[in-house]
């Protein structure tokens, strides 16, 4: 159960790369028929969980077959250790260089007054390529304009992609401030207030119906209410029930909020970060339910 819960939770990440590590080989006697048994009780889940690329090794930590250096008891095992497939594996796909996004986390005004008409916005790129000279819109104001100038603490930049920290100057004065998004003029994220996205409850204590929760999505916080518990994941057959609307620790579910005021936001397996939601008690301000957009 452990395990589909994890592969079904990586799923729900968009983790693109899956390793199954079969663990305490040695206690088998290094069997490969052991292992091969193990590996087809998942084959059912896989194409369930849509996760393309799922490598499986037969290791024992305790031994340290496999993990490092091969393994000499499983000579039928041809594929490369653990060690050897994370440091080779191509996560160069694994971040949104296609989709702008720069949610804006502080508004530099330097006091000093060689710099009394200096204004930018800081912030970590969350999706794409920027360079100075495009047009830019402000949300959700909505305000145009054009994309000045680039800055960090090595100068000024050319280009900047994910996950870089960076300033933005813009060629016109706007009022911005922490929680906005600057995206491209023709490339504008999704806008709303109902949003469908998966959960996973992280708290003792069951989500409320009705309930209300601050929301933390990019940089702004605001307040959202649970409207609807639409299913729950069955997590020992991946179906979905409609019936129990509970959600408790570690159960996993789609659910719709509506928040406060509108949020700018991508599907999740688009932008991992204008696509996640986290769900925290106004209460205790612990955080309760980690979200996915659909």
């Avoid at 960090?152 to 813009?170: D, H, I």
């Amino acid at each position: 159960e452990q395990t589909i819960r994890h592969a079904y939770i990586a799923s729900l990440l968009g983790i693109p790369h899956t390793v199954i590590c079969v663990n305490k080989m040695d206690l088998v006697d290094y069997s490969k028929e052991v292992f091969e048994n193990i590996r087809k009780q998942f084959d059912p889940f896989r194409e369930q969980l849509h996760i393309s690329d799922v490598r499986f090794i037969p290791i024992s930590a305790l031994k340290g077959d496999n993990v490092v250096e091969p393994s000499g008891h499983m000579d039928w095992y041809g594929g490369t250790t653990l060690m050897e497939l994370l440091e080779t594996i191509d996560i160069r796909s694994d971040v949104d260089l296609v989709n702008r996004r720069f949610p804006v986390q502080y508004v530099i005004r330097p006091q000093r007054q060689e710099f009394h008409d200096y204004r930018s916005y800081a912030g970590r790129v969350a999706g794409g390529v920027w360079k100075p000279g495009e047009r830019v819109v402000v949300l959700p104001g909505g305000q145009e304009t054009v994309l000045e100038a680039i800055d960090t603490m090595n100068g000024q930049m050319e280009m900047v992609f994910p996950p870089q920290s960076v300033a933005f100057r813009l060629a016109d004065d706007i009022d911005i401030s922490r929680g906005d998004m600057i995206v491209p003029a023709d490339q504008r994220p999704k806008i709303g207030q109902e949003i469908d996205l998966m959960v996973c409850w992280l708290n003792e204590k069951p989500m409320i119906l009705g309930g209300k929760y601050t929301i933390r999505h990019t940089t702004s916080e605001l307040r959202g209410i649970i409207r609807e518990v639409d299913y729950k994941v069955n997590i020992n057959t991946l179906e979905h029930d409609a019936e129990d609307r509970t959600v408790g620790l570690n159960e996993i579910a789609k659910i719709r909020i509506k928040t406060s005021k509108p949020i700018f936001y991508d599907p999740y397996r688009q932008n991992h970060i204008t696509g996640s939601i986290i769900i925290i008690d106004e209460g205790t301000n612990n955080t309760v339910g980690a979200g996915m957009i659909i």
